[in-house]
């Protein structure tokens, strides 16, 4: 049965607030413990990780760290491998040059700075190189538990598909989804969304004959729903 819709949306989004937290409350009912799909056992791992998962795909990454890790997973063992060295373990990984050239600068900084270890702050991630606002989210929320939002091209197009935080740019759908997201929910909010990008409302065929949001969903070309059929 749907949720009551109210016409008064909730500002920021199409959806109303009954909707929100119906819309979340689904998806934690799929999927009660989610999680990232790439493969880390450190905090310190989990950073290396996202840095070289820029438009790379999880699988890959995971490919390659599956060989690194075993022999380098703290910044000294890195550093230890020097950038030629530790582009033998990610040349597989699309823009693998550039992604050594800021795992090393990374791992010396972590050192210098850190004391080999991965800071808690939003200010002192995004001072390490290739960590950018998205890729500090992901570390804060996976890693240290923290309820930000890292919103990648699945997230920005299910929260505009869906009308759950429309946006014209990534940070505009962050800052809506940060604030709209009820807090039971904010934790897990993040892979939510994700996992449903990625593999139910995909960028070329989203499958909505199997959306478990369809009848929540404000896009105007949706298919129909499997119930419909």
Not at 65 to 86: C, H, M, S, V, Y
Not at 199 to 223: E, S
């Amino acid at each position: 049965m749907s949720p009551s819709r109210s016409p008064r949306a909730a500002r920021g989004s199409k959806l109303t607030l009954a909707e929100i937290t119906e819309l979340f409350s689904r998806l934690r009912d799929l999927n009660p413990h989610p999680t990232t799909e790439l493969e880390y056992a450190t905090p310190f791992e989990l950073l290396v990780a996202v840095v070289l998962s820029a438009q790379a795909t999880d699988v890959g990454v995971n490919k390659a760290t599956r060989k690194l890790f075993p022999i380098a997973n703290t910044p000294a063992a890195i550093l230890a491998l020097g950038e030629d060295g530790l582009k033998g373990y990610i040349n597989t990984i699309g823009l693998f040059n550039a992604k050594a050239a800021n795992v090393i600068a990374l791992c010396r900084l972590l050192l210098e700075r850190h004391g080999g270890d991965v800071p808690r702050s939003r200010e002192e991630l995004e001072a390490l190189p290739g960590v950018g606002r998205k890729t500090a989210n992901v570390v804060l929320n996976t890693a240290f538990g923290e309820p930000t939002i890292a919103v990648d091209t699945h997230i920005f197009r299910v929260a505009n598909r869906t009308g759950l935080a429309p946006g014209k740019d990534v940070r505009t759908v962050e800052d809506k989804l940060v604030k709209l997201v009820p807090s039971e929910f904010a934790r897990d909010a993040h892979h939510w969304l994700i996992l449903h990008g990625r593999y139910v409302c995909k960028a070329r065929k989203p499958d909505c004959l199997h959306c478990p949001l369809h009848d929540l969903c404000r896009w105007p070309d949706k298919g129909p729903p499997n119930w419909a059929n």
